[in-house]
């Protein structure tokens, strides 16, 4: 079935460095790609967003980018710290679905901020 | 303003128990999620309910699990009779009107049949 590619599946970082999260899509015509943190035992929290008329956005330590034309977008977090050790998805959504709220979802990617 | 609440938060059975979960969304919110949370996976979208109509179920396996949002606002998620592979997270989420905008979670309901 359809589905969101999410690379890489567990990543470790040292405090202080950046860290990259890559999805990839299949819907050239999906509108919205959400990042979602979700720390052990909790639920996911909203992170950051994009729309596809934008190519990045940034909110402190963390941006977004889309290639619409390769259909992948990453995340990124500059400067880590420990408090950023979590599990992080992104979604986008199925094909023909954009505008309905129905997403689906990435695999996760665990990532570990070691002090 | 209050999150998106869940009840109850944990729950073992048996197999081919049945079991019910309750979600109270944030208020005004017209649209209400559920998700299925596999240990170790993304969250994968059972159902979602615009005002008290369903939008789409195609994920719901409809021979064991049913939902409804009967006033539009609460909704239950209803397993029966449960299997072995329903163990998992049951999440659900809310969000203003649909559409490309943010959903909010619940603390999730973790599932374990036994």
């Known amino acids: 079935g359809e589905n969101v590619e999410q690379h890489p599946s567990t990543l470790s970082v040292q405090e202080g460095d950046s860290a990259v999260i890559k999805c990839t899509y299949s819907?050239?015509?999906?509108?919205?790609f959400p990042w979602y943190k979700q720390e052990l035992g909790k639920r996911p929290q909203l992170i950051i967003d994009?729309?596809?008329?934008?190519g990045e956005k940034k909110d402190q330590r963390i941006a977004v980018t889309l290639n619409k034309t390769a259909k992948h977008f990453s995340l990124h977090i500059t400067e880590t710290q420990p408090e950023d050790s979590a599990v992080y998805f992104c979604?986008?959504?199925?094909?023909?679905?954009?505008?309905?709220?129905?997403?689906?979802f990435g695999q996760g990617t665990t990532l570990q901020v070691k002090p | 303003e209050a999150g998106v609440a869940q009840s109850p938060r944990y729950k073992i059975i048996e197999k081919r128990q049945s079991v019910a979960f309750w979600c109270n969304p944030i208020?005004?919110?017209?649209?209400l999620y559920w998700y299925q949370q596999i240990l170790g996976q993304g969250p994968k979208l059972l159902i979602q309910?615009?005002?008290?109509?369903?939008?789409?179920d195609s994920q719901l396996p409809k021979d064991r699990f049913s939902a409804e949002r009967l006033k539009g606002v609460d909704s239950t998620l209803k397993i029966q009779p449960a299997k072995l592979e329903d163990s998992a997270v049951y999440l659900c989420?809310?969000?203003?009107?649909?559409?490309?905008?943010?959903?909010?979670f619940g603390p999730g309901t973790r599932l374990l049949v036994l």
């Open positions: 208020s005004g919110h017209a649209t």
């Open positions: 819907d050239s015509a999906s509108n919205y």
């Open positions: 989420a809310s969000s203003l009107m649909g559409g490309a905008e943010t959903q909010y």
């Open positions: 309910f615009q005002n008290n109509g369903v939008v789409d």
């Open positions: 994009i729309r596809s008329n934008v």
């Open positions: 979604a986008a959504p199925p094909k023909g679905s954009s505008n309905t709220g129905k997403l689906i």
